[in-house]
Structure formats: C-alpha cells, structure tokens
C-alpha cells in the first residue's frame, strides 16, 4: 500500500513534506542534545538529497541516474588498474 495518494499532487506534496519534517523532528534533537555536531551535517546532507529526489519524482522531473555517474568516477581508476596489472 502506498502512502502517496493518485492523482491529488497537493495532498502527496503535503504528506511528503509532513513525513519529512516528522523524521527530522526526530532525529535532530537527539543529536544536538548529544552535541552531535558532524552527525547533524551529515544528517542534513542527506536529507536534503533524499527530499530533493522525493520531490523531483513527485513532480515528475527527470531525476539524473546516479549509477552513471558512479561509473564516471570508477572507470578510470579501473582502466588504469587493468593497464598495471595486464601482460
């Protein structure tokens, strides 16, 4: 069962956002409170990804393919291994 209702963008954009300040009302207090400082960052880093690929797909925008750019990053580094360890 999904959460997102078909057809009524405004109640999913409203349901997205709720769940989103929900998970952050949770978690963040925790880590200040633990001075938790780094945590919070990187928490917020994170969120900030997942919210924007939730609203983007929410919105229908095309949402770049991340195994494409993880590939761009690798390939080098494994043609230049395949290179030094080939005869």
Known sequence: ???LVKG????NF???LLLFAT????????L??????REIWAFAGVTLIAMVLSFG????LPIPNITKGIEGLVRP???AFERLLTP
Not at 8 to 11: F, R, Y
Not at 23 to 30: G, L, M, S
């Open 8 to 11: 009524d963008a405004d109640l």
């Open 1 to 3: 069962m999904s959460l």
């Open 77 to 79: 580094l494994y043609l």
């Open 57 to 60: 797909q929410l919105l229908q």
């Open 23 to 30: 998970i952050i009302a949770a978690e963040v207090p925790k």
């Open 14 to 16: 409203f349901l997205l």
């Open 32 to 37: 200040v409170r633990r001075k938790l400082y």
